[in-house]
């Protein structure tokens, strides 16, 4: 079964189990007249509420490419997301509200011990069915599966202070749902809130996760004729759709139908083992010539500067007396120009009869 077959599976779970909790607790709700109930039972109904939107999301992010959105139709998972982010949200505050309330005018609920048991009942269902769907969100990289688990299982707590809240009445005829509500009511904002964070963190755009960035490189590294890979960027076009550039370093004898050969075997490894689009572009190494005492000058002037992270592409070309590598800073370092001159002029001043092509290369990935 694929990811998103597997997704809308999970989500048919949640409308059955959150629609058969809202029935059992509204009934139970009313019976008793306890406020908390009847709200437990309207969240149950905003959780089926967030599966409906998963399913929708994940049917339209299913989408064929076509030639308006060539790249597909993946990021649409992103908006159900954040509209289920919305929902938690909006249940957090109307809970805060409602808690708040009842601390001003607290009232006695009336429960009997069938009520009691079925909210207990509800809270395990809850508690393991949250469990369940945020495990399978976390393994199919879903983040409104993510969402709608991590709601259920803060729901089962919330229905939890329900159950002590009405012992405690029961007991000693006092009111603390309204507290014992407030402190959910803020576990449950800061899940939403954590939620649309991540979210919205993955629509500007985050960096490639480096497990992905350390398996793709050393996949590439593993061609014999590849001496190095670099400037490694990674695009994503929702959670499953990625497409991909690098550099890879090889010797300056290789052939264009040596190296076509080779780009072509890569990128066709990346697709099939890792589901990367990957294009790749060529940095020469020098396969003839005597430059160690260049590169190794260069590397001491680098040294220096703590906020360099990386040189790479040092190729020395006699025939046009050009020399080039790239330089990639912290992307805290501000002067990066200045330092670029700097090692400039120091290698001019010490081998004049090259000129240096110096490329700033950003920080994109691990
Ligand atoms: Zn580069």
Known sequence: MDRNKKIIKVSIYGIIVNVILVIFKAIVGFITGS????????????????????????????????KKHP??????????????????????????????LKIIKPELAEYSAISIFIIIVAVFVKFFFGRYVKNEGTKLNSNSLIASGTDAISDSV????????????????????????????????????????????????????????????KKVMSYKEVIGVYDLVLHNYGPNTIIGTAHIEVPDNMSAKEIHKLTKEIAADIYLNLGIT??????ASNSEGEFKNIKAYLNTLVKKYKTILQV??????????????????????????????????????KYPKFDYYVVLDTDFSD
């Open 312 to 349: 790479h592409g040092f190729y020395v070309d006699e025939e046009n007396s050009f020399i080039s590598f790239d330089l990639i800073f912290d992307f805290d370092e501000k002067n990066q120009e200045n330092i670029k001159n700097e090692i400039i002029s120091s290698l001019k001043n």
């Open 35 to 66: 406020i908390a109930i009847i709200l437990d039972a309207i969240n149950n109904l905003s959780d089926a509420a967030s599966s409906i939107i998963t399913i929708i999301g994940t049917k339209l992010s299913n989408k064929r490419p076509d």
């Open 158 to 217: 919330l229905s939890l202070s329900t159950v002590i809240g009405a012992l405690i009445s029961m007991i000693w005829h006092l009111s603390l749902e309204g507290y014992l509500g407030l402190i959910i009511s803020v576990i449950i904002l800061k899940s939403a809130y954590e939620i649309l964070k991540d979210t919205v963190s993955d629509m500007i755009g985050i960096r490639a996760d480096s497990n992905l960035t350390k398996k793709l490189r």
């Open 71 to 100: 790249y597909g139709y993946g990021r649409v998972e992103y908006f159900s997301s954040i509209i289920i982010a919305v929902i938690v949200l909006v249940a957090g505050l109307t809970s805060f509200k409602e808690s708040f």
């Open 278 to 283: 990957l294009t790749l572009g060529i940095y």
